[in-house]
């Protein structure tokens, strides 16, 4: 199974995740309580740091909570840190997938970013042989992603890669070492 591929699994799995409900959390900032899940939605309420949740759902870079005192609402994942909050855990899948969105109605996106790795958890990263050998547990085929992908109405769309950065060493005509581009059934 090829990196993309895996990494298309991984997404796809992240992606069905819909809710953590019964998980626990606490504000990491003080935060507004939103009557619906829009930055520019009605605030019900706002929340000191360190304010105890009860993570009901999950929608898009948003979280319904209720709080001890039985105020419901929604707030940004990005305020939360999820278990009592001594620890580093972000509101993320694990704290470490970067840009998972959606769309808002044509709108715009809403995404969040790379939360709970530290400079120092960084660079004492090492790999882990086992975790990459249970990801192959979730392998598929290019048939398979493509039938995936078709069944939830995507369409493949060429992207061209960026040129190299100024001054870099890439020795792949400005592809950064990932070959040529390919459409998104990597035909």
Do not use: H
Not at 81 to 92: D, V
Not at 155 to 178: H, I, M
């Amino acid at each position: 199974m090829s990196y993309r591929n895996k990494v298309l699994a991984v997404l796809a799995l992240c992606l069905s995740c819909s809710a953590w409900a019964g998980e626990s959390g606490v504000t990491a900032v003080q935060t507004e309580l939103k009557k619906s899940p829009f930055l520019d939605a009605a605030t019900t309420a706002r929340l000191p740091a360190k304010t105890a949740l009860e993570i009901l759902k999950r929608q898009g870079a948003w979280m319904q909570v209720k709080t001890a005192d039985g105020k419901n609402g929604w707030v940004r994942m990005l305020n939360v840190r999820l278990g009592s909050g001594g620890g580093t855990a972000s509101a993320g899948l694990g704290g470490t997938l970067a840009g998972l969105g959606r769309a808002l109605n044509g709108e715009g996106t809403a995404t969040t970013g790379i939360r709970g790795l530290s400079e120092e958890d960084l660079q004492n990263a090492k790999p882990n042989p086992e975790e990459v050998k249970r990801m192959d547990k979730y392998d598929v085929t290019a048939a398979e992603a493509k039938r995936f992908a078709t069944a939830g109405g995507l369409k493949p769309q060429s992207v061209e890669y960026l040129p190299a950065p100024r001054g870099g060493s890439g020795s792949d005509s400005g592809n950064s070492g990932f070959g040529n581009p390919r459409s998104a059934w990597g035909e």
